[in-house]
């Protein structure tokens, strides 16, 4: 490559970045001006408890501590990030409640700004009290999330480490404990810069040819993009197909128990629940509706669902259940179909791939037929019939259930092993930024004019960047933060 173009392309890549500082600059806008406001709220859950603690967070934060707490000495004279004990008193001089106090001054702090920590007694009224102080003395009450939005555009975290926060205190399971954690400490986020910077570099370089045009694209050097554009698609695509898992570590698999009515659906969700939580009866149509519940198996969340019992039913309540497990049935990850073996074979049960329900063929990858109450004589019409046998009355069985249900759930690749997965918002952004690799792919490789391919690049470029905030920002904001409880 020569000289000049070498520099042109120095300069581009300078001039890419510096107009993605710009956007956020602008689009930041209207919410830099809402950052000056001292915002504060309660931090814990509602209800009774030990301690609770309040936040304030902004520029004012500290003269408002200093209206409301009483101690040795005024919070502005104290060292950052240590606790003081302390009374808080309203406006009206009365006092609330013992407190420790503690400041942490910007930009060392969970928000980057000035924040106050009050840790008072955990009681409803106290909390709510000692939040009223606050807002008497200057602060506004904090939307749900706002802490982290704060954090987020003081440049404490990306996008993608704000949405950790919620993950981390949603998870159920270790290993979405971990994800998250990991997502927290930026690694997704890094991945996400790596594919933006190559990108960045190749836009450079073919906005370079276009200003540049008697210098050219030797063919192979043409071929060399084609290459570096490859390796981009496949970092793009490897992250995307972590989605799957990454909705299994937020969400849990989908497993729906189902079957005739009568056959022990119920009986078997209380078991490997390990307590009663459905109503079993030896009334046929007992449950009407479906009932979710989520139980840890080895590590992996898992979402059962007990439906109401296939039957045709004249009635319209039952038939409104049946509706809801049909529906269930058609978003399960694993299906468990359920019989009695000491009933006869219900019509159309697994013959010919033929739906009990409706009749029509169904998909057998995802289910696992098991005939329940073992302990009892088995019909004849079940005679070497496959399925893995079971009694909820004795429990026999069901550790060889268990095992299939992780097998089939390794098998489906539904199990995270990566602690590296995406959201549903990186899913679509990372699926546009495909596309337009593709297209500029397409378009490199059939050789068609450069300022096409650049226009299909930086599509590609703004979609990755919207992953973890860096353009066009101001609209995935809200739908990001609004996810938050208040306070955090
Ligand atoms: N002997 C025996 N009885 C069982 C077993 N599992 C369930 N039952 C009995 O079978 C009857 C029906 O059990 P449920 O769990 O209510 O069945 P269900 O499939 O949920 O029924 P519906 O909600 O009506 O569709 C109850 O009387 C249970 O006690 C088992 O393994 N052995
Ligand atoms: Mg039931």
């Given at each position: 490559m020569s000289e000049i173009l070498r520099s042109a392309q120095n300069d581009r890549v300078r001039g890419v970045s510096n107009l993605a500082t710009e956007a956020v600059a602008l689009q930041f806008g209207s919410r830099v001006m809402t950052v000056s406001e001292t915002i504060a709220a309660i931090s814990t859950p509602p209800g009774e408890g030990a301690i609770a603690m309040v936040r304030v967070s902004g520029a004012n934060a500290i003269e408002i501590a200093d209206q409301i707490f009483r101690g040795k000495e005024k919070p502005s004279r104290f060292a950052s990030h240590v606790q003081h004990l302390g009374e808080i008193f309203s406006v009206e001089n009365r006092l609330i409640d013992q407190a420790v106090l503690s400041i942490h001054r910007t930009p060392a702090s969970y928000t980057g700004e000035d924040l106050v920590e009050i840790s008072c007694h955990g009681g409803t009224l106290v909390t709510a009290k000692v939040l009223e102080a606050c807002l008497h003395a200057g602060a506004r009450a904090a939307r749900p999330g706002e802490f982290t939005e704060r954090a987020f555009l003081n440049g404490k975290m990306d996008l993608t480490q704000a949405e950790a926060v919620i993950d981390l205190i949603r998870a159920r399971t270790d290993l979405a404990l971990r994800s998250a954690t990991e997502q927290l400490e930026g690694r997704l986020g890094d991945q996400i810069r790596k594919i933006r910077d190559e990108l960045v570099a190749l836009l450079a370089h073919i906005n370079a040819s276009i200003d540049f045009p008697e210098e050219g694209i030797a063919p192979d050097e043409g071929e060399a993009l084609c290459a570096r554009l490859d390796a981009i698609r496949e970092g793009i695509a490897a992250l995307l197909a972590t989605a799957h898992q990454g909705r299994v570590l937020r969400e849990g698999v989908r497993v729906v128990i189902y079957g005739?009515?009568?056959?022990g659906k119920s009986s078997l969700l209380n078991r490997l629940l390990g307590y009663d939580r459905v109503i079993v009866s030896d009334?046929?149509?007992?449950?009407r509706d479906t009932i979710e519940e989520t139980v840890n198996l080895d590590g992996v969340p898992i979402r059962l669902l007990d439906t109401a019992g296939l039957r045709p039913s004249e009635s319209e309540l039952e038939s409104k259940g049946i509706a809801r497990t049909e529906k269930s049935l058609q978003l399960a990850d694993l299906r468990l179909q359920i019989a009695d073996c000491n009933a006869p074979k219900p019509p159309h049960f697994n013959s010919q791939r033929?739906?009990?329900?409706?009749?029509r063929p169904e998909d057998d990858s995802n289910k696992i037929v098991v005939l329940n109450k073992s302990d009892l004589p088995e019909d004849n019409e079940w005679r070497n019939f496959p399925a893995l046998r079971i009694s909820?009355?004795?429990?026999?069985?069901l550790p060889q259930l268990q095992k299939e249900i992780l097998a089939r759930i390794r098998q489906q690749n539904?199990?995270?092993?990566?602690?590296v997965t995406i959201n549903t918002r990186h899913r679509d952004c990372l699926r546009r930024a495909l596309e337009s690799c593709d297209r500029a792919r397409s378009a490199l490789g059939q050789g068609i004019s450069q300022e096409y391919v650049a226009v299909d690049l930086d599509q590609g470029l703004r979609a990755v960047g919207e992953v973890i905030g860096v353009v066009d920002v101001e609209q995935i904001l809200d739908s990001v933060f609004n996810q938050f409880c208040i306070g955090k």
């Open positions: 005739a009515t009568n056959a009334t046929h149509g007992t449950t033929l739906s009990e329900f409706n009749g909820c009355l004795t429990g026999e069985g539904l199990r995270a092993e990566s602690a």
